[in-house]
């Protein structure tokens, strides 16, 4: 009963934002130069790698003007990421032999988000806008693989955890984002427009020995449809 209340509240929800939104918006593009910002209370050396493999982005949404300069936005996305980092233990209490293990991440999520444009340029039909916005993501799908570097792969007791049945893994995100919007209206009824963003995770996963945050750039083209109110 209490899951039909809550499916009923969200469509009249979703109803009456579609009613009063004036514009429909779809972007698609990539997640890249991606750090994982690691720490491992065991090691004595941690350094992230900077990943530039491209990964999915894409986000469908509704636009909500509040001023001549502002407009409000709430939007969902389906986003896709990679990272890569590099940790030595030490193999004794003296640390004279170091394991080198490479971690690398991959990790799927579906959000939704609440954001706004602030139009700082505006040029005919250009303009140019400060964006920020914050999500709430969940993980789909995820894994985590090491590998040694300098040793046997054998001294690992696994070298692929699936993440979604990882308990120490945090599988919900809180992000910020904020970057640059360019649009161009092409007619009464669609405009165009571009978009970068840097994204980052407002709170670290933390274990007693881990503790990581991410990090990424997101690039991202689109459309916009003009609902005419």
């Given at each position: 009963?209490?899951?039909?209340?809550?499916?009923?509240?969200?469509?009249?929800?979703?109803?009456?934002?579609?009613?009063?939104?004036?514009?429909?918006?779809?972007?698609?593009?990539?997640?890249?130069?991606?750090?994982?910002?690691?720490?491992?209370?065991?090691?004595?050396?941690?350094?992230?790698?900077?990943?530039?493999?491209?990964?999915?982005?894409?986000?469908?949404?509704?636009?909500?003007?509040?001023?001549?300069?502002?407009?409000?936005?709430?939007?969902?996305?389906?986003?896709?990421?990679?990272?890569?980092?590099?940790?030595?233990?030490?193999?004794?209490?003296?640390?004279?032999?170091?394991?080198?293990?490479?971690?690398?991440?991959?990790?799927?999520?579906?959000?939704?988000?609440?954001?706004?444009?602030?139009?700082?340029?505006?040029?005919?039909?250009?303009?140019?806008?400060?964006?920020?916005?914050?999500?709430?993501?969940?993980?789909?799908?995820?894994?985590?693989?090491?590998?040694?570097?300098?040793?046997?792969?054998?001294?690992?007791?696994?070298?692929?955890?699936?993440?979604?049945?990882?308990?120490?893994f945090n599988k919900?995100?809180l992000n910020f984002?904020?970057?640059?919007?360019?649009?161009?209206?092409?007619?009464?009824?669609?405009?165009?427009?571009?978009?970068?963003?840097?994204?980052?995770?407002?709170?670290?996963?933390?274990?007693?020995?881990?503790?990581?945050?991410?990090?990424?750039?997101?690039?991202?083209?689109?459309?916009?449809?003009?609902?005419?109110?």
């Amino acid at each position: 009963m209490k899951k039909r209340l809550y499916i009923v509240a969200l469509s009249m929800f979703l109803f009456s934002s579609v009613m009063n939104a004036q514009s429909f918006y779809m972007e698609q593009g990539f997640n890249s130069i991606s750090r994982v910002n690691y720490s491992n209370t065991d090691a004595v050396y941690e350094n992230s790698e900077t990943v530039m493999m491209p990964q999915l982005s894409s986000e469908i949404g509704l636009k909500y003007p509040y001023s001549e300069k502002i407009i409000f936005s709430m939007g969902l996305t389906n986003n896709a990421f990679s990272y890569s980092n590099e940790t030595h233990f030490p193999l004794d209490a003296s640390a004279d032999e170091i394991l080198e293990v490479k971690s690398s991440f991959d990790l799927a999520y579906l959000g939704m988000n609440l954001g706004f444009d602030y139009s700082m340029i505006e040029y005919n039909d250009w303009a140019l806008f400060f964006s920020g916005k914050v999500s709430g993501n969940i993980l789909t799908s995820g894994s985590r693989t090491d590998e040694t570097t300098n040793a046997d792969p054998s001294i690992l007791p696994s070298s692929t955890t699936d993440l979604m049945h990882d308990p120490s893994f945090n599988k919900c995100w809180l992000n910020f984002h904020y970057g640059l919007a360019f649009s161009y209206q092409l007619s009464d009824l669609a405009s165009v427009c571009s978009r970068y963003t840097i994204n980052n995770t407002l709170r670290k996963s933390k274990t007693d020995r881990e503790s990581y945050g991410f990090n990424s750039h997101t690039f991202s083209v689109g459309l916009i449809l003009h609902l005419g109110k």
